[in-house]
């Protein structure tokens, strides 16, 4: 339940660490809303950008009870678990990537081929 000590140079690293997450996660989701085209590449902008920002603002709290010496929020056990949170949504957002995005995109084009057989609006 001791508080990490956050007062040393490693302490300050991790900080930094935090913010350049969180500030990732802001351009990310700036790019991936203005900056591209393809839907589902947004979709992973989007869903990296919340990753980021999420994990980069939940490393500043921790790191606000650490520095601030708060036993039980600030205790040295919640940056493992915020370690293993983080693999556990990279793993699932690679998993996105490699599995639906595909078959998303195989289903969009099926979708493509069958409506350009089906009547047209009349203008």
């Known amino acids: 339940m001791q508080p990490a000590n956050v007062d040393s140079i490693p302490g300050k690293m991790l900080f930094g ?51 601030e010496n708060i036993r039980l929020f600030g205790g040295r056990f919640w940056y493992p678990i915020w370690a293993i949170g983080l693999l556990v949504w990279i793993v699932t957002l690679v998993r996105f990537i490699q599995k639906e995005v595909p078959h998303m995109r195989e289903r969009d084009q099926k979708r493509k081929d069958q409506m350009k057989y089906m009547p047209a609006r009349k203008k």
Request: proline letters at 0%.
């Open 17 to 67: 660490f935090f913010v350049l997450v969180l500030l990732f996660g802001v351009v990310a989701r700036i790019v991936a809303l203005h900056r591209t085209e393809d839907r589902y590449l947004k979709q992973i902008g989007g869903k990296l950008a919340m990753m980021c920002t999420t994990m980069g603002f939940l490393g500043i709290v921790l790191f606000f009870f650490s520095f």
